[in-house]
């Protein structure tokens, strides 16, 4: 079942229109000189943030909301035209079949360490990933080589052909960050996770308050390659906010400006606020049920199936969920519309219950 999300923004918090950090504060295309009425954006989220460790190379959980603004990767995936746009690398092309390809980098890029952006570097960083072999380092498993020709250009060998660029815009594991912070090698482990950052982004971390309401403070990068010339927040705050109705009295007090989600009936209510923008979009949470196939035979186990009442458990959801085509979320590769699904009835589940030798005189 595919859950729906709620979520709100203050509108008022900003002079331009935003759903998203990266696009309020990484964007050089944004005209005019005003700021922010309010210059720091706070995400409100139901549960901490950092809790997978702050390493780029394996970070694996909600980390990807604060990272996403510290860190960036080669290519961009636009899920609105189904495209890769040009990021840390401004253009690429593929040679041997598919086997072979050459990212050309931005120029004028900088990590937060100071240190530049540079062909070694990320390859450095990309080689750590996949040596580290944690979070989602596999995006790179068609990885053989890199080589460096110039301070500017990667060459990518493959063992198979296969979709690098689009495999570069991933958020886990596809990051490119500074080897060299902390000191390099092992000890830049230790180094992260006491609360730091190595990547290119438009935001750094500021503070680290581990467990606690306000956890995560990230601060504009005044180096960042994209600039800062427009209305941008200077500070992204990341708010732990379990209760629903507390966030909903934070949004409403001006002191949050994103609740990430909130029940349905909190989520109407704001309905007609003209300072909150509502935006209900598709999240996707896989509840599973399993069933014991060697106890079960088939009969049963599809009687179990016919006896769920699906739109029953949608109803009852009142407007958090949705019914879904299959497990595989909309936009992932598998993903189908019109998979066969299990509809409720009664009737059927309980022959195919009386011919497996359940019900009156039968097993018990």
């Known amino acids: 079942m595919k859950r729906h999300r709620r979520r709100l923004i203050a509108v008022a918090a900003a002079a331009v229109p935003v759903l998203s950090l990266a696009a309020c504060a990484g ?4 005209t005019g000189t005003q700021q922010p009425a309010n210059t720091v954006f706070t995400y409100d989220t139901t549960a901490p943030v950092m809790v997978d460790g702050w390493d780029p190379a394996t970070e694996y959980s909600d980390g990807i909301l604060a990272m996403s603004e510290m860190y960036e990767t080669l290519t961009h995936y636009d899920s609105a035209t189904n495209t890769v746009q ?6 690429w092309t593929p040679a041997d079949n598919g086997k072979t390809w050459t990212f050309h980098l931005r120029h004028g890029v900088y990590f937060h360490t100071g240190r530049p952006m540079t062909a070694q570097a990320a390859k450095a960083a990309i080689l750590r990933t996949i040596q580290l072999n944690g979070g989602a380092s596999y995006i790179w498993a068609a990885v053989k080589t890199i080589d460096t020709p110039d301070p500017d250009t990667l060459v990518f060998h493959l063992s198979y052909a296969s979709p690098l660029p689009l495999e570069a815009s991933a958020d886990y594991s596809a990051y490119i960050y500074d080897t060299q912070a902390g000191g390099g090698g092992k000890a ?3 180094w992260l996770n006491a609360g730091r950052d190595a990547g290119t982004g438009p935001y750094t971390a500021q503070t680290w308050n581990k467990n606690q309401e306000f956890e995560v403070i990230l601060k504009e990068f005044p180096k960042y390659w994209g600039g800062w010339s427009g209305p941008h927040f200077t500070k992204v705050v990341f708010r732990v906010v379990p209760q629903d109705t507390t966030a909903a009295q934070l949004l ?9 989600q909130i029940a349905p009936a909190l989520w109407s209510s704001f309905k007609g606020d003209s300072s909150v923008s509502l935006v209900s979009s598709p999240s996707w949470q896989n ?3 399993q069933l014991n196939v060697k106890a079960l035979s088939l009969p049963v186990r599809q009687a179990i199936l016919y006896a769920i009442d699906y739109n029953g458990i949608v ?3 009142r407007g958090a969920g949705v019914l879904s085509s299959g497990i595989v979320p909309p936009g992932m590769f598998g993903h189908f519309n019109d998979l066969p699904a299990y509809s409720y009835d009664q009737a059927r589940a309980a022959a195919l219950l009386k011919s497996a030798g359940y019900g009156p005189g039968g097993r018990r």
């Not at 040009?86 to 253009?91: K, Y």
């Open 188 to 190: 830049i482990t230790g």
């Open 86 to 91: 040009p990021l840390l690398a401004t253009s």
């Open 287 to 289: 509840l599973l049920a």
């Open 315 to 317: 109803a009852a959801l």
């Open 27 to 30: 964007s050089s295309s944004t």
């Open 252 to 260: 409403r007090s001006g002191q949050v400006t994103f609740i990430e």
